[in-house]
């Protein structure tokens, strides 16, 4: 049972935190709860103040990037607000998986019928793994590239190896200046727990370099309330390397030994309180550094647990985890 005092007082119960940045914030969204904006041309986006997602209008019809659920109808709507505007065809042709994640793809099954979908073959194979009808598998599939042509445009769709999830791929508008990329960067903000919900660590930290290197000047980064510039990807860059750079620090610095000796026989009671310790100083300079550059930079679990990971990276990954025993 609730009652308003009890919610008042656990909401006055919550932490407080920095001001968001202006600069990390978008667009109002309008009374239907979404904004859709054109990117470049005829390619638009379309974000309900979290989520993201794209749609290009052609002659042959209308091509979507994503169907996040929570953007869920309103992605019909914006595609139909400017479909209308510009008098082409509303009729969507073709959706896009960027991966197989259901929060950017849930809302895939509200486009049935004759609609072509195209993804990734591990995101075809991840999909009938789940069996989850919201998320119909592509039947385009392919490996490394793949280009869509639909009535006169063009999305070079390219896999460069696992990062936030094995089968994320980049999606390329060479034609509208405009990079898709999802669940990696997000604009103005630090990533959320674990470099994003991120399976391969170091695929992670590799991956916006290869945005980078594609020309681009607009990129959708699939969450929050704006488009990023090619700026947001070099102050990520620089956050996640300080990341690195301080857990190397701490992993070289702190001494195991006292963890250790004080638990005795409970080993993982030793490797608790030494990867603690390494992961809290790690990670205290960083969150210093970003609050108020990165929003939610000061939500310390984010970046505490993101330190967690890089720093295990650097043991399991790169190595060595430690001395050979003589
Ligand atoms: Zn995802």
New binding site residues.
């Given amino acids: 049972m609730t009652s308003p005092a009890s919610g008042a007082s656990s909401a006055a119960d919550l932490p407080d935190y920095a001001p968001i940045p202006r600069s990390a914030l978008g667009p109002a969204l309008n009374d239907q709860g979404y904004y859709v904006g054109r990117v470049e041309r005829n390619l638009y986006w379309v974000t309900d103040g979290v989520y993201q997602s794209a749609f290009l209008t052609t002659g042959d019809g209308v091509v979507l990037f994503d169907a996040p659920p929570s953007i869920g109808g309103n992605l019909r709507r914006a595609v139909d607000e400017i479909a209308a505007a510009n008098g082409v065809s509303n009729r969507v042709t073709h959706l896009v998986y960027s991966?197989h994640?259901a929060?950017?793809a849930a809302a895939a099954s509200l486009f049935g019928g004759d609609v072509v979908r195209v993804g990734h073959e591990e995101t075809r194979r991840l999909l009938l793994r789940d069996g989850d009808p919201a998320r119909p598998v592509p039947e385009v599939t392919f490996a490394d590239r793949y280009t869509l042509e639909v009535g006169g445009e063009r999305a070079e769709l390219a896999w460069h190896g696992p990062n936030?999830?094995p089968d994320?791929i980049y999606i390329h508008f060479p034609g509208h200046d405009a990079l898709m990329f999802?669940?990696v960067v997000n604009a103005g903000w630090v990533p959320i727990y674990n470099l994003?919900?991120s399976e391969d660590v170091p695929g992670y930290m590799a991956a916006p370099a290869i945005a980078l290197s594609y020309p681009w000047t607009h990129f959708i980064c699939?969450h929050l309330g704006r488009l990023a510039t090619r700026d947001d990807v070099s102050v990520h860059q620089a956050y996640i390397a300080d990341i690195q750079a301080s857990a190397q620090e701490a992993l070289a610095s702190v001494n195991p030994v006292p963890s250790y000796m004080h638990y005795g026989e409970n080993a993982w009671a030793g490797v608790k309180a030494h990867l603690g310790t390494v992961t809290e100083r790690a990670a205290a300079p960083i969150i210093a550094k970003y609050t108020g550059v990165l929003a939610a930079a000061d939500i310390e679990i984010f970046t505490t647990t993101t330190t967690f990971l890089i720093m295990q990276s650097l043991r399991l990954d790169r190595g060595p985890s430690g001395p050979v025993h003589p």
């Fill in positions: 991966h994640h929060d950017h936030h999830s994320n999802i669940d994003n919900l699939g």
